[in-house]
Nanobody, 123 residues
Framework: QVSLVESGGGLVQPGGSLRLSCAASRNIFSINAVGWYRQASGKQRELVAFITSGGSTNYTDSVKGRFTISRDNAKKTAYLQMNSLKPEDTAVYYC?????????????????WGQGTQVTVSS
């Protein structure tokens, strides 16, 4: 069983900052790409930021210059630093990753979602 656990969400005022974390379970051997997605109430889930195994990053236009995605391979954790937050950033944020995990009987590929963490930007 593979799991990704997000944390770091919460309520913040406009202009504030939050750092989200996405921690992978211990049986994950390696992680390829990691994406942070968000889904606002009544809207479709959208890709916010993406980081490859080599560290290349990409962002949706609305967060460029404000959000930074990073990863710590040794900790099997990815991060999303969010600065200058706006009310329109309010959403549930999810991480998604793929890679290789150890199942107990061998190695296999996985692609998994975290459970999500709520980010609310409001005064």
């Amino acid at each position: 069983q593979v799991s990704l656990v997000e944390s770091g969400g919460g309520l913040v005022q406009p202009g504030g900052s939050l750092r989200l974390s996405c921690a992978a379970s211990r049986n994950i051997f390696s992680i390829n790409a990691v994406g942070w997605y968000r889904q606002a109430s009544g809207k479709q889930r959208e890709l916010v930021a993406f980081i490859t195994s080599g560290g290349s990053t990409n962002y949706t236009d609305s967060v460029k210059g404000r959000f930074t995605i990073s990863r710590d391979n040794a900790k099997k954790t990815a991060y999303l630093q969010m600065n200058s937050l706006k009310p329109e950033d309010t959403a549930v944020y999810y991480c998604n990753a793929d890679g290789i995990y150890y199942s107990g009987s061998g190695y296999a590929h996985f692609r998994s979602w975290g459970q999500g963490t709520q980010v609310t930007v409001s005064s």
